[in-house]
């Protein structure tokens, strides 16, 4: 079975900084590429970032861009999102999802499709 686990949200103030954590399990860690999407409340679940399974190569929505930075450990079967300078803007839950990958530098896009699991999410929250 399959698991996504999120953590690492919570309540920031604006130009705060978090970092997600996603653990996963009962995949080979190391053949699927990993992505971060996020909801806010009324709207669609939008991609924040995607890395491959090397961890080598990075995707970023423009608004992620020079902000935030995704990592990978295969080591520890876990995906980091580093988030700094947070907004308000940036307030929703933040999900990681899998794509299964067959080579070490491919990369996912920012359609939610694309992707075979996802976690549950975890909230975070910047204030004013």
């Known amino acids: 079975q399959v698991q996504l686990v999120e953590s690492g949200g919570g309540l920031v103030q604006a130009g705060g900084s978090l970092r997600l954590s996603c653990a996963a399990s009962?995949?080979?860690?190391?053949?699927?590429?990993m992505a971060w999407f996020r909801q806010a409340p009324g709207k669609e679940r939008e991609f924040v970032a995607a890395?491959?399974?090397?961890?080598?190569?990075?995707y970023y929505a423009d608004f992620a861009k020079g902000r935030f930075t995704g990592s990978r450990d295969n080591a520890k079967n876990t995906v980091y999102l580093q988030m700094n300078s947070l907004e308000p803007e940036d307030t929703a839950v933040y999900y990681c999802?899998?794509?299964?990958?067959?080579?070490?530098?491919?990369?996912?896009?920012?359609?939610?499709?694309?992707?075979?699991?996802w976690g549950q999410g975890t909230q975070v929250t910047v204030s004013s």
């Open positions: 999802a899998a794509a299964r990958a067959y080579t070490s530098e491919y990369v996912a896009g920012p359609t939610a499709d694309e992707y075979e699991y």
């Open positions: 009962g995949l080979t860690f190391s053949r699927f590429a």
């Open positions: 890395i491959s399974w090397s961890g080598l190569s990075t």
